[in-house]
């Protein structure tokens, strides 16, 4: 047997973030090993959002590292070091899929021009094979059929299958979702979700910010809890639902729907 340990996917260690005098993160260390999906919860404010944020390099860290793929970036940057680490982010950001809770969508160009363009303006790959592969993105999200209409006419479900779609255009290492249904309304919830089981049945890396339980409950590899910005606890979805140690996750899971 190999004595090697595989790096994780994805490794964050000892994370601070504020704003002003608001101190979001205080300490956050969450790793995430290839095909593992992460869900993380927490109240409104504990900080899911922003170390979600933080993690695609969105918002710069106050201290603390980020390492993808066995790459680190250590915040915050020595001065001698802040222009290699500004190419660094930028070529660690391109590894990952970030879907947002608004679908941030391109209203002006249809739902195939909304997936090739990263992937040929950022990327500089050949037209042709990234309208092939769009299609092939398309019919996997359930949306082939609707790849020459516009966002305005497709639902709130498709709009963030559209964005899934465009997110894994870019090939990424792992993928980022922050809250994928809260903006839609329940009906819709559903096919978004199956979208997102099957991406976890590939063997996707994901860290998933979610209010949705059950998805946490029975797609999660592991369960992330934050609360004021630290973890509170940590576990397998089975040692979380049946034996938590946290009283807060106790009291959360409560006000839940939990099936």
């Not at 249904?181 to 590939?202: F, H, I, N, Q, Y």
């Not at 949705?212 to 576990?235: D, M």
């Amino acid at each position: 047997m190999s004595d090697v340990v595989k790096r994780p996917a994805i490794r964050v260690t000892d994370l601070h973030k504020s704003f002003g005098s608001l101190e979001v993160l205080r300490g956050v260390s969450v790793s995430a090993q290839q095909g593992e999906v992460i869900s993380i919860l927490g109240s409104s404010g504990s900080g899911k959002s922003t170390l979600l944020r933080c993690v695609n390099m969105l918002e710069t860290p106050n201290s603390g590292t980020i390492e993808l793929d066995g790459e680190e970036i250590v915040f915050p940057p020595s001065i001698r070091s802040k222009s290699s680490n500004r190419k660094k982010v930028e070529r660690l950001r391109s590894r990952l899929g970030m879907v947002f809770q608004s679908f941030n969508l391109w209203s002006h160009k249809t739902i195939l021009e909304n997936v090739i363009e990263a992937p040929i303006y950022v990327q500089n790959r050949p037209r042709a094979d990234c309208v092939e592969e769009a299609k092939a993105l398309l019919h996997k999200v359930g949306l082939f059929s609707k790849l020459d209409q516009y966002p305005s006419h497709l639902s709130g479900g498709q709009q963030q299958r559209a964005a899934i779609a465009r997110a894994l255009a870019m090939r990424p290492k792992a993928m980022l979702f922050d809250e994928p249904t809260s903006a839609l309304d329940p009906e819709l919830v559903g096919e978004v979700l199956k979208v997102m089981r099957a991406l976890a049945e590939e063997g996707r890396t994901m860290l998933v910010v979610t209010h949705e339980i059950n998805f946490a409950r029975y797609v999660s590899t592991r369960i992330v809890f934050l609360h004021e910005g630290a973890v509170e606890e940590e576990g397998k979805p089975e040692e979380i639902f049946t034996s938590c140690r946290s009283e807060r996750l106790r009291r959360f899971l409560e006000h839940v729907d939990v099936r």
